[in-house]
């Protein structure tokens, strides 16, 4: 039956008004009752080019140039009676002066027969000034005005935990060169001599931790604060190949401070090797389960067991035997934290080092109780003393 005024729609025509009908409920306010419900509606997109620019794409560009590629050349072997080289693309360099000077880690150069500086499609050949196992720094000199320009350098004693950390380097070498990676100055003052076996007269001490990636390859590279200026060269990162012997360890880069960088460069240009300021003492650390003297036990402390004849420490009044337990006012345990703070002295200061002293410590069995020492606090002079 078909009621009068309606015509009765069937087959595909239905079909295609139901479907129209569909799409345009959905895309079209509903009314019901006296409620208004909107359907699916899209946000305008209210965003400018300037609040999608991110904030680090223009400091890359200032500060990606003066970050260089490392290639060097290594003898091979024999081949047909002649001797063959190999060329590897080995680490990362930042241009730091002008004049040419370029950083770098030793290890990085260490052993090469070439080295060349990598810039785009340019490469320099590099004349290797020196460098210093220790610290892992080397220096290096381009003669071609053609180098980039140099990176400014920063105040790494200005940084702090949580400041931003922008890291530019070669990861895997010239295939991912300048790369950028961003992340955060994780940690401050890290001591790594006992870890990586670089103790010797620097130390890898007193170095910036960052969770900006690092990887094989960044080596030699910058490490940037927000201000693009260089206060780190990055040096190493800390996996579970060889380290601790943990499962797995991620986000641990370090580089050498720019502070400490910058007296090796000098020493380096001066001298051609770096010449640390020391006071003329040996020392051994005292791990004990005190860090105040008694009669059972001695403080933990560093022990003097030479004194160098005619140094600064043998005129200030050191003695063998000393137990070291403050340098200018701040407690010490270990050694690196006693030549840390000597170097923090221009050469011809004095530094003020308070030793625990007890009349025949040596002589004192184990089965005797300890006497009584007392304190006493002496100005030393830091001078450059040959190692003896």
Request: proline residues 5%.
């Amino acid at each position: 039956m078909t009621v009068r005024g309606r015509k009765n729609w069937t087959g595909p025509a239905a079909l295609a008004v139901a479907l129209l009908m569909f799409v345009v409920a959905c895309v079209s306010p509903r009314t019901i009752g006296n409620e208004s419900r909107p359907g699916i509606a899209f946000a305008e997109n209210v965003a400018t080019p300037d609040m999608l620019q991110s904030p680090f794409k223009a400091l890359y560009e200032d500060i990606s140039p003066s970050v260089v590629g490392i290639e060097i050349t290594t003898r091979a072997g024999r081949l047909g009676g002649r001797i063959t080289t190999t060329t590897a693309y080995v680490g990362s360099g930042v241009v730091i002066s002008d004049d040419g000077y370029v950083l770098t880690n030793q290890h990085v150069v260490n052993g090469a027969e070439g080295i060349y500086v990598v810039s785009g499609e340019n490469a320099f050949h590099a004349e290797y000034i020196a460098g210093d196992a220790s610290s892992d720094v080397a220096l290096l000199l381009v003669s071609d005005p053609r180098l980039p320009p140099p990176a400014k350098l920063g105040n790494s004693d200005a940084l702090s935990v949580g400041d931003w950390a922008l890291v530019v380097g070669n990861p895997l070498g010239e295939q991912f060169a300048n790369t950028l990676t961003i992340g955060v100055i994780s940690g401050l003052g890290r001591d790594l001599s006992r870890i990586d076996g670089r103790g010797g007269a620097g130390g890898a001490t007193n170095l910036i931790q960052t969770n900006a990636a690092i990887n094989a390859g960044n080596s030699g590279g910058g490490l940037f604060n927000i201000q693009g200026e260089l206060v780190g060269v990055t040096s190493m990162k800390l996996s579970n190949n060889g380290y601790f012997g943990y499962a797995s360890i991620e986000g641990i880069g370090l580089a050498i401070p720019i502070n400490h960088v910058k007296n090796i460069v000098a020493s380096l240009i001066a001298h051609g090797r770096v010449l640390y300021p020391r006071v003329g003492i040996t020392m051994q650390e005292i791990v004990s389960s005190s860090m105040e003297p008694s009669s059972e036990v001695l403080p933990r402390s560093l022990w003097v067991t030479a004194v160098e004849k005619g140094s600064p420490a043998e005129q200030a009044g050191l003695r063998v035997d000393d137990l070291i337990v403050e340098v200018d006012g701040a407690r010490v345990v270990t050694s690196n934290e006693v030549q840390t703070a000597v170097r923090e002295h221009a050469i011809g200061e004095t530094v003020s080092i308070t030793v625990y002293r007890i009349p025949g410590l040596s002589a004192i069995r184990v089965d005797e109780p300890i006497p009584e020492g007392e304190y006493l606090t002496f100005n030393v002079e830091v001078k450059i003393l040959e190692l003896v």
